[in-house]
């Protein structure tokens, strides 16, 4: 009953629908957006939407503006004129910017930073006027003073007679106070210290960022001052600082001394009255690229590439020091372009002006061999000139993994300096058991090694089956691995990216069946994430990409094709020198079925135009004495045995003497069948048989998908009508639930039969028929639109009238003149003769029959789909209950 609630809620919104709105909303927009691409232009020309307006961000717009958007777009002329700068900005490449060195050191406002004088004063420091000196006398007698250095520069010691101390060192001053204490005090000695130091007032001049004079402790040096005036600014020079006193040189303070190297031998202490000059930058160089230091640097007459390059931090591992480009300004004024060695005695000198590129050097891996797939350590390897395959490959049990194809492996090697590839095939098998010569490796190859499972359900189980321990556990990883590592690489080695040979597909609800022969298909194409991670399908995409890519007119794809009994059939890289056992080896051995006494090539031939071939030998020869080369584009048929069969089984569950499985031939009856489960038993309802096929349910799932598909372009294309009336529809998302439930019924595939017609016996059998036979039935059912959906007791005497009235008489919204019987059997019948809709004149209703009364036309609005909907899904809801009682 679940079933037809869901069945009657999906006909009452389309009913709701009936209002139709020149605006589409959010959500109709939505389910226009699900439909096939056809369809939306149809649906778009005729309603005069826009669709490139669709493909913007829809979903953040508000019901008016996305009417605006799509079928009212404004003329966008102006706004698009007014960004063009802007966009032409955003997409222009971006330059890096280097900044001069140094200067943020010292940049932004003046501080106050100064020496603290806590610190210890150096010997070598100078007294001056208004300095303070503690003296602390011991011996006979215990006294502190604090005496300071007046105008004249004299040291009044309490009673002692002033002396003459300016000038002097601090040292000399300890020296001189002691013994002027020993000799005029005796037993009494004295300890020396400075106390406040008096400020002392400097000038800073030139390219500083705020220029003037300052007052700074007495221990302040060059870089207190540059620290004082806020720093240097962009145009003064940092390694040229000059220190004038009394208008004389003292020093010249280069900056990067200090920055560089951590010498402050040149940054010397400051003195009253001192001038700190910052003249201008005269000379700059530029370095920039794959350096420690990417920035602008002041150069010097003296500076060589040594210099340059220490300023620079040296190079970074990966720059090309064999060819730097320098940019540089001739003696005519023009900018001309150089090349330097950097690796070797160049015979670069600096100019200003010079701009140094290093680039960086290329990233790939020379002198590499690299394997990938199922071995237990993928990666690069060294390449030597003469190193084989065993080399790489010494130990088969420790370097592969157990799932391993030892039959079919490649190496992929370039030819050119374009990339282009070509393949050679090999088998470690044979290799290793020494049945064919050994390999030797070329620089920059690629050894793929395959798995032997195509599916990673197959290869998982493999490896669970084989990991007891924890180190085979861990080598399980190596498998999951894979794919962040290896995968990448291999395709930056072949030039292609994902994108180019996976084909990206939008998430559909329900892939439909568009081919005859998908109908026929019984078993099912795997999903991309089903293929085992080292499988064919995985690892020979990008390779089978890569040839293609390359193929000229002269020089075609060199691809072939292995179909039919074999255990993976489809397309192959072309290996060089290839024949017949090769294609076999590839396509991982024939299977039970193959018949190799007689194979086919079909081969196209250009020769003034198109022609195929077909050529037909002997399999069995052709392995043991190859006699026929493949070429490009060869398809090589493995048929199989005359008369071969697959085992067919069919099954028989109810009431019958022997229910089961059983083994069928090929042409074998459904009367022959029932001889072999012994015929029915006294309690088999025989009218009632239900029968399924897989084919008929492949094509029942198709129905309904294209059922659910049209019935999504109807309700859209209504959507976007106008109409008067305006009824409440229901939700976007209900709406969209039940739709996405429609598509996902499952199919039974019922073939109505009558086990009594002669017709239905000599029905040949296919593989996964399936008969069901239920048990006697003693009710009838009555569903649809009736006030009391209900399943009766079976009375001969009564008419479908009166199981109507039993269930409580029709609803308002029942069509009456359409009401159907779904028999036992499946079969439908109508009951009266009244309505244009009926077949027969009477119907007799039997055990096990169901009343269907639908929902009246005129409550249904223009979607007719939901007539042959309804019939559908009530047929398959009765038939799949009939199968669950049986089977319970």
Do not use: C
């Amino acid at each position: 009953m679940k079933f037809f609630r869901l069945l009657l809620l999906s006909i009452l919104i389309l009913t709701s629908h009936q209002s139709y709105s020149v605006t589409p909303s959010k959500q109709q927009m939505e389910q226009f957006k699900k439909l096939p691409k056809a369809q939306q232009e149809a649906l778009a020309k005729r309603y005069g939407i826009d669709l490139k307006s669709l493909e913007g961000n829809s979903e953040d717009l508000d019901d008016e503006g996305l009417m605006e958007q799509t079928i009212f777009p404004r003329d966008k002329k102006n706004k698009e004129d007014g960004e063009e700068e802007t966009l032409e900005d955003k997409f222009k490449p971006k330059l890096e910017e280097l900044e001069p060195f140094g200067y943020e050191l010292f940049a932004g406002e003046p501080t106050t930073f100064n020496p603290t004088e806590l610190a210890a004063i150096p010997d070598t420091y100078l007294l001056g006027i208004g300095d303070k000196v503690k003296i602390n006398l011991y011996g006979k007698t215990n006294e502190e003073h604090e005496v300071q250095i007046d105008r004249q520069g004299r040291l009044a010691i309490p009673n002692l007679s002033p002396i003459h101390v300016i000038g002097l060192s601090f040292k000399e001053l300890k020296a001189l106070v002691s013994a002027k204490i020993s000799e005029e005090m005796i037993g009494v000695q004295a300890f020396v210290s400075m106390g406040e130091l008096n400020p002392i007032r400097i000038m800073v001049v030139g390219e500083a960022y705020k220029p003037g004079s300052y007052t700074v402790s007495p221990l302040a040096t060059v870089t207190h001052a540059l620290f004082a005036s806020g720093g240097v600014s962009d145009n003064g020079s940092l390694r040229r600082i000059q220190v004038k006193r009394a208008g004389e040189l003292v020093t010249t303070f280069d900056l990067y001394d200090l920055l560089l190297f951590g010498d402050s031998s040149n940054d010397v202490v400051l003195k009253p009255g001192d001038v700190v000059f910052i003249p201008p930058a005269e000379k700059k160089i530029t370095v920039a690229g794959e350096v420690n230091r990417k920035a602008i640097f002041e150069l010097k007459d003296s500076d060589s590439l040594e210099s340059v390059l220490a300023m620079s931090g040296g190079f970074k591992a990966n720059a090309n020091k064999n060819k730097v480009v320098v940019s540089r300004y001739n003696g005519d004024g023009r900018r001309i372009t150089l090349n330097f060695n950097f690796a070797g005695n160049s015979k670069y000198q600096p100019q200003n002006g010079d701009e140094i590129t290093v680039n960086a050097a290329s990233t790939r891996l020379q002198n590499t061999v690299t394997v990938i797939g199922a071995v237990t350590n993928p990666g690069h390897y060294e390449w030597q000139q003469g190193k084989k395959l065993t080399d790489v490959f010494s130990a088969p049990r420790e370097d592969l993994l157990s799932i391993a194809d030892f039959g079919y492996s490649l190496i992929i090697r370039e030819v050119n300096f374009e990339g282009d590839i070509e393949i050679h095939q090999f088998s470690l098998e044979d290799i290793f058991n020494k049945k064919s010569a050994d390999i030797e490796l070329q620089s920059n190859d690629t050894i793929v090694v395959f798995s032997r499972y195509q599916l990673h359900k197959e290869e998982t189980q493999l490896l669970e089956d084989m990991a007891y321990s924890e180190e085979q556990l861990k080598l399980r990883e190596n498998v999951k691995l894979w794919e962040n590592f290896e995968r990448d690489e291999f395709l930056k080695f072949i030039g292609l990216k994902e994108y180019d040979f996976f084909e990206v597909e939008e998430e559909e609800e329900v892939e439909l069946i568009t081919s005859i022969d998908a109908l026929f298909e019984a078993q099912e194409e795997a999903e991309e994430d089903d293929y085992a991670v080292f499988s064919r399908h995985k690892l020979l995409a990008p390779i089978l990409a890569k040839l293609k890519r390359q193929a000229t007119p002269t020089n075609p794809a060199k691809l072939f094709a292995v179909n039919g009994q074999i255990k993976f059939p489809g397309v192959y890289p072309l290996p060089e020198n290839s024949n017949f056992k090769d294609a076999v080896k590839a396509g991982g051995g024939f299977l039970e079925a193959a018949f190799i006494e007689q194979v086919e090539l079909t081969r196209v031939v250009y020769d003034g135009g198109k022609q195929v071939e077909h050529i037909q030998f002997n399999g069995l020869n052709e392995l043991q004495t190859p006699t026929i080369e493949l070429t490009s584009k060869d398809t090589v048929n493995i048929f199989p045995k005359p008369n071969w069969q697959e085992r067919l089984q069919v099954k028989v569950v109810g009431e019958v003497k022997f229910p089961g499985t059983y083994i069928i031939r090929r042409g074998e009856t459904l009367e022959s069948l029932l001889e072999r489960v012994g015929g029915l038993n006294t309690f088999a309802h025989k009218d009632a048989a239900i029968f399924t096929r897989e084919s008929i349910r492949r094509k029942e799932t198709s129905q309904i998908q294209r059922l659910t598909q049209d019935l999504r372009r109807e309700i859209i294309t209504n959507s976007f009508q106008k109409s008067e009336t305006s009824n409440t529809s229901l939700p976007y998302e209900d709406m969209d639930k039940i739709l996405k439930d429609l598509s996902r019924v499952e199919a039974l595939g019922r073939l109505v039969i009558d086990l009594d017609k002669r017709s239905t016996l000599t029905m040949q059998l296919e593989d996964g028929d399936a008969l069901y036979i239920p048990a006697l039935q003693d009710s009838v059912s009555v569903i649809g639109e009736v006030n009391l959906a209900a399943t009766h007791l079976y009375d001969p005497a009564k008419s479908v009238d009166d199981y109507i009235k039993a269930s409580g008489g029709l609803k308002q919204k029942a069509d009456d003149e359409r009401i159907y019987v779904i028999k036992a059997n499946g079969s439908v019948e109508l009951p009266t003769s009244g309505s244009w809709f009926a077949v027969q004149q009477s119907t007799q209703l039997e055990p096990g029959d169901t009343v269907v009364v639908p929902l009246d036309s005129q409550h249904i609005d223009t979607l007719t789909l939901w007539s042959t909907a309804t019939q559908i899904m009530y047929q398959l809801g009765l038939t799949a209950a009939s199968i669950a009682k049986v089977i319970e």
